[in-house]
């Protein structure tokens, strides 16, 4: 079965990918793919203005969707090609196939697929995103985001500096007290921020500061708690300075993402008999193999750390695609990430062959 999916995707591949690479690079949604001979058993629920964009065709109790994010030509290639390679033997599998375009902005807190509710069927998610490293479990992070405000009191800075409250002073004493925190957080722990407003005058001393921070880390638990350790730092600002300071909350604690276990085995599986190696399944016994790898070893033992504690050292940070997590934390979900960067087209193939040899493998329970 699994040979004929690939027999059909290789004849069907190069259509799909050019449709594809021509509408999503210029529209949310891929109109060419509503009138494609591949997708015309499959019912089409579009909403322009709601950004949803919805295939399904019915052929059993097991609901599957395969994700894409909207103006993505790439992941729109994989998730369309692998539910129009799977058509054929749906009723035969007993599946239910979906084809999913999120949003791109703003997905996270204001996804309409959630609010439509249309995850309430789905019994396993599949998105596959495109970058220049294959990942198995990417780590995606909790975060959230908040604006500081100082409010102090304006004065000349050479006539009346005695009657200033410097607002300014606030922050950057509050920066240097984040600046000296960092050295004491964990690796996967990160402050970044920017000021949105510092002053009007040189020769003024600013009565109103304001400052945006983003902070992440690995779990929401993880971001609460340095959340507490960057409040101390701007309350120091305040009190240093005589300022008044108020916090605004502008995105709420987003999760950490949740992958499902059994999918995550069936597609690891799937895609090494394709080819495809995966940078979170090497140890770091395989990595340090020279003549050292002993005190390495006996170093972390002495540290208790594992190569999770050393990810953020070996692998890019993904973290920037926190908006997923929610969804899977309402449906059984995997994400993983493909090299694209050598070859496009072989590795779109591969993506997508992957995604419906998993589909499979959960149909028939292997």
């Known amino acids: 079965m699994k040979n004929k999916i690939r027999k059909v ?36 629920e579009v909403e322009t203005q709601q ?43 007993g599946l239910t ?101 510092g002053g009007d005058a040189p020769n003024v001393i600013p009565a109103n500061t304001v400052v945006k921070y983003l902070i992440r880390s690995q779990t929401m638990t993880d971001v609460k708690k340095l959340k507490r350790k960057v409040m101390r730092c701007l309350q120091a600002g305040a009190i240093a300075s005589g300022a008044k300071k108020k916090v605004f909350v502008k ?27 995966f940078a979170d399944d090497i140890t770091i016994r395989n990595i340090l193999s020279s003549w050292w790898t002993a005190a390495w070893l006996f170093m972390l033992e002495k540290m208790k750390m594992d190569h999770k504690d050393l990810q953020p050292f070996l692998l890019k940070d993904f973290s920037s695609r926190a908006e997923i997590s929610k969804i899977s934390l309402d449906v059984p979900f995997i994400c993983p990430i493909i090299d694209v960067s050598r070859s496009p087209e072989s590795a779109l193939f591969d993506g997508a062959l992957a995604m419906a040899w998993t589909a499979i493998d959960l149909a028939t329970d292997k």
């Not at 069907?12 to 050019?18: D, T, V, W």
Request: aromatic content about 8%; glycine content about 4%.
């Open 97 to 197: 196939i979906s084809v999913l375009g999120m949003p791109y902005k703003d997905y996270c807190t204001k996804n309409p697929y959630l609010e439509k509710h249309i995850f309430k069927d789905i019994r396993a998610v599949i998105m596959v995103y495109p970058a220049s490293v294959d990942l198995l479990a990417p780590s995606i992070c909790a975060s959230t985001i908040f604006e500081v405000h100082y409010k102090g009191r304006e004065s000349h800075a050479s006539a009346d500096p005695q009657y200033g409250i410097n607002a300014s002073d606030a922050l950057e004493i509050a920066q240097v007290a984040i600046g000296k925190l960092r050295q004491a957080l964990h690796p996967s722990d990160k402050v970044f921020s920017t000021i949105l407003k």
């Open 9 to 44: 995707l290789e004849n069907n591949f190069r259509k799909i990918r050019a449709s594809a690479n021509v509408e999503s690079a210029s529209t949310l949604v891929p109109k060419n793919l509503v009138d494609m001979l591949l997708l015309a058993h499959f019912q089409a």
């Open 251 to 277: 995105k709420k604690i987003s999760p950490d993402i949740a992958y499902n276990q059994n999918i995550l085995s069936c597609y690891r599986k799937n895609s090494k008999v394709i080819g495809r190696k």
């Open 51 to 93: 950004n949803i964009f919805n295939y399904k065709l019915e052929g059993g109790s097991l609901h599957i969707a395969f994700c894409f994010i909207q103006g993505n030509s790439l992941m729109t290639t994989m998730a369309i090609a692998a539910a129009a390679a799977l058509a054929e033997i749906s009723n035969e599998l």
